[in-house]
């Protein structure tokens, strides 16, 4: 299974969508590995620079609501993966890009705008998410402040994270 956790990246805009995390000029490349450069290059949002180092240091992301929209394409959560993003907290997920990410083995966690607006107090404060990943539980901390949240996914997906992705999880059972 998957780490999942760290330094967070905060997005605060509704409706990113995949074209805004991978663009589609490069879904032709024959490796997750190939994307790794490409990840939100081409996302519009103020105070936004793609090649900070604060991003490549980001191992969660939290945004607001519908999350992944637009084109359905596996590649989204692909260049989080291969950029060690294992977790994307959202007040909503486009349902396609949502299942993707649990196929894919990594974490898409829903939460009520008002937690979101919670998570959204550490913005500048260099904060880390700590995923209790057996006990649903994530945890938001900077050097000032800490909080706690219980999340819900069902069993189905959770299993899938588990297993590491629908590959790894259909292989155990078939």
Excluded at 58 to 86: L, M, Q, Y
Excluded at 136 to 151: G, M, P, V
Aim: with cysteine; net charge negative; proline share 3%.
């Amino acid at each position: 299974m998957k780490r999942f956790g760290g330094k967070v990246l905060f997005l605060d805009r509704s409706d990113i969508n995949t074209d805004e995390i991978i663009p589609a000029k490069y879904l032709t490349e024959i490796s997750k590995e190939a994307l790794k450069p490409h990840m939100l290059e081409d996302l519009k949002l103020e105070g936004f620079d793609p090649k900070d180092n604060e991003i490549s240091e980001a191992k969660a992301i939290v945004t607001r609501a519908n999350f992944g929209c637009g084109s359905s394409r596996e590649h989204a959560p692909w260049v989080f993966e291969v950029n060690d993003i294992t977790v994307v907290i959202a007040s909503s997920f486009a349902r396609i890009f949502r299942q993707n990410m649990f196929n894919c083995g990594m974490l898409a966690i829903e939460f009520p705008e008002k937690i979101i607006d919670a998570l959204f107090e550490y913005k500048d404060s260099g904060a880390k998410i700590e995923i209790d990943f057996k006990n649903n539980k994530l945890t938001i901390a900077s050097e000032k402040q800490r909080d706690t949240f219980t999340y819900h996914i069902s069993e189905f997906d959770k299993a899938l994270v588990e297993s590491g992705g629908w590959v790894e999880f259909a292989d155990s059972k078939y």
